[in-house]
T-cell receptor
Framework: GEEVAQTPKHLVRGEGQKAKLYCAPIKGHSYVFWYQQVLKNEFKFLISFQNENVFDETGMPKERFSAKCLPNSPCSLEIQATKLEDSAVYFC??????????????FGPGTRLTVL | QKEVEQNSGPLSVPEGAIASLNCTYSDRGSQSFFWYRQYSGKSPELIMFIYSNGDKEDGRFTAQLNKASQYVSLLIRDSQPSDSATYLCAVNMDSSYKLIFGSGTRLLVRP
């Protein structure tokens, strides 16, 4: 599609439950990035993919977070055993080409995760 | 020291004035610089990007980059109330292409 799509828009989970978020990048974009926005404006990079391959996972919490981008499927970000501090808006962004300068990232509408 | 720093504001300007938003970054090797606008409850919207020293103009927006001073700015001419939003400076600091964001500057344009 012409825009990055994310589902669901809102997700409420009890502490300890699993949460799974989905992202469909812009058609033709090979790179997908996940960011977490907490406290209004603090963005934190989580993980990026080049097609179905992990490109950079330096921002991923090791234990409870995982992500995948499989062929012909939306990318997903899964949080096992959610904690209160996981409450945030999770944004997915896609990019067409990471070669020198063509690396503008376009953001989806986000998924607001609330952990109670 | 934060990697990307912005004044949180709010920066308040009257309608029609020039709004000047500033950002400094810590990594001298940074290559790509982006300005995103984020309305409350919405996703960041890319409004400008700049890679080379100097000015880059697009309509009412001008991005300015000074790599020697590690400084990037965004000028908004003829500010409109609809420009009221949080402006996020984002920097690509390494070959991973992940963006490092500042904490944003809230801009208020008074009618």
């Amino acid at each position: 599609g012409e825009e990055v799509a994310q589902t669901p828009k809102h997700l409420v989970r009890g502490e300890g439950q699993k949460a799974k978020l989905y992202c469909a990048p812009i058609k033709g974009h090979s790179y997908v990035f996940w960011y977490q926005q907490v406290l209004k404006n603090e963005f934190k990079f989580l993980i990026s993919f080049q097609n179905e391959n992990v490109f950079d996972e330096t921002g991923m919490p090791k234990e409870r977070f995982s992500a995948k981008c499989l062929p012909n499927s939306p990318c997903s970000l899964e949080i096992q055993a959610t904690k209160l501090e996981d409450s945030a808006v999770y944004f997915c962004a896609s990019s067409q080409l990471l070669s020198g300068r063509d690396n503008e990232q376009f953001f989806g509408p986000g998924t607001r995760l609330t952990v109670l | 020291q934060k990697e990307v720093e912005q004044n949180s504001g709010p920066l308040s300007v009257p309608e029609g004035a020039i709004a000047s938003l500033n950002c400094t970054y810590s990594d001298r090797g940074s290559q790509s610089f982006f300005w995103y606008r984020q309305y409350s409850g919405k996703s960041p919207e890319l409004i400008m990007f700049i890679y080379s020293n100097g000015d880059k103009e697009d309509g009412r927006f001008t991005a300015q980059l000074n790599k020697a001073s590690q400084y990037v700015s965004l000028l908004i001419r003829d500010s409109q109330p609809s420009d009221s939003a949080t402006y996020l400076c984002a920097v690509n600091m390494d070959s991973s292409y992940k963006l490092i964001f500042g904490s944003g500057t809230r801009l208020l344009v008074r009618p």
